[in-house]
């Protein structure tokens, strides 16, 4: 009868630290390991880029989720006031990457063809999102803002464009 009873305790003793272990695992696992779904909205007049489902979307030159779907839908412009076609790209992100409601997600073109896919510029410093929020999306870099960059830096009359910091190293300023 004493086996007995050191059995059954040894086989209670063991399913009790199952439990405790699966516990541990549930309650103490650090948060923010799971995916979480977001809505990244373009109009349709500034979404020039390639994607696909399955494309990556990546942070930091890391691979950071994957684009489940992509579809065009007509919603009101919250600037406008007025029914606009958006493309919407349903992506499945890490929550890890803490991203915030005004982060800025970019399409960007591959190099030599191929898929595209979506970048996350920066990740934002307001309200956390959340699963199923629509973030609006920043237009492709295109040969325009090129330009336009290259003529800040050549401008003259800022003293922190490249010209005018050239100009004052020639001068000896």
């Known amino acids: 009868m004493p086996a007995e009873r050191n059995a059954f305790k040894l086989g209670l003793a063991m399913i009790l630290?199952?439990?405790?272990f699966i516990v541990v695992l549930v309650y103490l696992a650090p948060a923010g390991g799971g995916n979480l779904t977001l809505y990244v909205r373009f109009p349709h007049t500034q979404f020039t880029t390639k994607l696909q489902p399955g494309a990556q979307v990546t942070c930091g030159g890391q691979p950071a989720g994957s684009?489940?779907?992509i579809e065009l839908r007509v919603e009101t412009d919250e600037n406008s006031g007025y029914e606009e076609l958006f493309a919407i790209v349903t992506c499945r992100v890490?929550?890890?990457?803490?991203l915030r409601k005004d982060c800025v997600i970019r399409p960007v073109e591959a190099l030599l063809?191929?898929?595209?896919?979506?970048?996350?510029?920066?990740?934002?410093?307001?309200?956390?999102?959340?699963?199923?929020?629509?973030?609006?999306?920043?237009p492709t870099p295109g040969i325009d803002d090129l330009k336009?960059?290259?003529?800040?830096?050549?401008?003259?009359?800022?003293?922190?464009?490249?010209?005018?910091l050239l100009q004052a190293q020639l001068k000896g300023e």
Do not use: T
């Not at 898929?115 to 920043?138: N, T």
């Open 94 to 98: 890490r929550s890890s990457l803490g």
């Open 17 to 20: 630290f199952f439990v405790l």
């Open 148 to 164: 336009d960059s290259l003529a800040g830096q050549l401008d003259p009359n800022d003293p922190s464009s490249l010209l005018a």
């Open 67 to 69: 684009i489940e779907k």
């Open 113 to 138: 063809g191929g898929m595209g896919e979506l970048v996350i510029k920066d990740r934002g410093l307001g309200d956390p999102v959340q699963a199923h929020d629509i973030i609006d999306g920043a």
